[in-house]
């Protein structure tokens, strides 16, 4: 398409390679997005369940998901809405861990991820395994804040961050696909920023 | 799609892809805030509470793109966004600054199906400043179609001038409530500036089904506390958040 006249790039304009298409750098922001009002988690009753297509269905509490091994992200994020943060560090539990405890049978190839608010988001299960995916209740060294998702949410940072579902309480994996919240409001099932699958309908 | 009573499904076409905005009109009389009329190619039509991405593009190929909800009415013949300028806001001052009439700009849209009302659901709307855009576009919607009874419009700022479609809001019969300027009522008595007061909120929330409540995140949560207490329990809120970051 053509040129916008007069434009050439505000403050925003980095040319950063570390950025996805149409991403700019939000610096040291973290804009808050949700589609719903925040809700307080008392962490006295937060419990996360793995079931579905697994061998052992498992919900930890608290205390039961800290004595799992901890595993940090280090690294950037991007929001659909066009803001990416660099440098960015998550601590948890990968995943991984969590479905070494539960196993995986053999026809799961999807994974719905629902939050205490109904919020619900889906993903390939190959999007959350191998390293790509964790389960996080820190930020930068501290407790994640509600606002951001706290006490606990899902870490997706290869994916728009809608995938990465705010106060997530169940993974169920599944042997197909169903659209999530956004997903079926309009946006794409995968969300792979570097292809830059925003809406349903990009490639 | 634009009848009273339908609200989006998902089986209907989203826009997919980028077209040409024409701007037509460009009106800079709300200080700090810009409002554009575009022709937009191709326009499919929206569901009041949509939004319209906007991409700005260099010559070296570099673009800048926002969301930008929608003001006008599904069966306004042009599409109109209302921007706020943000000091050193890469799209929004370049809007506010540089756009005329009879420029071109890449817009993709209406996009969003679930901050959205489509005449049938008795709800409120809460907006703070520049969150008010989307519900000027459901007013306007329910006043032509008849539905404008089911909608309360409740909007916050700071000062009257800072308040983009005042006037607009105050004769569709939306609550304004100032915080920092006193306001004259019709008894002739006067709102003392504050914040919205749980009173407030819980005598315009009487009876609805739905909240919309959009503006910056200190806002939204703020209101989604009183309209708790006015017995609007948070699976009622839908929320949609601009704003300055944290
Ligand atoms: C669904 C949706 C609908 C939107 N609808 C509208 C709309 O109708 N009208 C509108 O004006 N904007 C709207 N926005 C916001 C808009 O998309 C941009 O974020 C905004 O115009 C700033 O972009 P920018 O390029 O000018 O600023 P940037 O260069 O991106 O800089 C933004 C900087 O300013 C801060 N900032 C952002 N907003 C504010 C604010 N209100 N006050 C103070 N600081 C702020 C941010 O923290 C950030 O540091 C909407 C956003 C979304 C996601």
């Known amino acids: 398409m053509g040129i916008t006249r007069g434009f050439t790039g505000g403050a925003r304009r980095g040319g950063d390679t570390r950025l996805p298409p149409g991403q700019y750098d939000t610096g040291a922001g973290w804009p808050v997005l949700s589609a719903e009002l925040t809700p307080q988690v008392d962490l006295d009753e937060w419990t996360l369940t793995v079931d579905g297509?697994?061998?052992?269905?498992?919900?930890?509490?608290?205390?039961?998901?800290?004595?799992l091994p901890p595993s940090s992200y280090f690294g950037d994020i991007h929001c659909v809405t066009t803001w990416s943060k660099f440098d960015t560090t998550f601590s948890g539990v990968s995943v991984d861990a969590l479905l070494q405890v539960t196993g995986v049978r053999l026809e799961a190839t999807h994974v719905f991820a629902t939050s205490t608010t109904g919020?619900?988001?889906n993903l390939p299960l190959s999007d959350i395994t191998d390293g790509k995916a964790w389960i996080v209740w820190e930020f930068?060294?501290?407790?994640?804040?509600?606002?951001?998702?706290g006490p606990v949410r899902l870490l997706v940072p290869h994916l728009y961050f809608w995938k990465s579902a705010k106060w997530v309480t169940r993974l169920e994996l599944r042997d197909h696909d169903e659209q999530g919240f956004w997903e079926r409001n309009g946006y794409h099932d995968r969300g792979d920023p570097w292809l830059e699958q925003r809406y349903q309908g990009d490639a | 799609m634009s009848e009273a009573g339908t609200e989006p499904t998902r089986t209907e076409a989203i826009a997919s892809s980028w077209t040409t905005a024409i701007v037509r009109e460009v009106d800079r009389s709300t200080a700090g805030f810009v409002r554009l009329r575009l022709e937009v190619a191709d326009r499919q039509d929206h569901v009041p509470g949509q939004h319209y991405v906007l991409r700005l593009r260099a010559p070296d190929g570099y673009t800048a793109q926002r969301s930008y909800s929608i003001a006008s009415d599904p069966a306004d013949p042009l599409v109109e966004l209302m921007v706020e300028c943000l000091p050193r806001g890469e799209v929004s001052s370049f809007l506010h600054d540089v756009v005329e009439v009879g420029d071109e700009l890449e817009a993709r849209g209406p996009i969003g199906r679930w901050f959205v009302w489509g005449g049938t659901t008795p709800s409120i709307c809460v907006a703070g400043g520049s969150g008010v855009v989307p519900f000027v576009s459901m007013l306007r919607y329910a006043r032509r179609t008849g539905t404008d009874a089911g909608l309360t419009v409740v909007a916050s700022a700071q000062t009257r001038a800072r308040l983009p479609y005042a006037d607009e809001l105050e004769s569709?019969?939306?609550?304004?409530a100032l915080t920092r300027e006193n306001q004259p009522l019709p008894d002739g008595s006067e709102r003392v500036a504050a914040h919205l007061y749980p009173e407030e909120i819980a005598a315009l929330a009487d009876g609805v089904e739905r909240a919309y409540v959009c503006g910056s995140v200190g806002f939204v949560s703020f209101v989604g506390r009183i309209l708790g207490e006015a017995g609007v329990r948070s699976d009622m809120v839908r929320v949609e958040q601009f704003g300055p970051t944290s």
């Open chain 1, 53 to 67: 297509l697994v061998d052992r269905p498992t919900t930890w509490d608290w205390r039961g998901i800290h004595a």
């Open chain 1, 119 to 121: 919020y619900t988001t």
């Open chain 1, 140 to 149: 930068d060294g501290k407790p994640l804040t509600a606002e951001h998702g």
């Open chain 2, 172 to 176: 569709a019969g939306a609550f304004i």
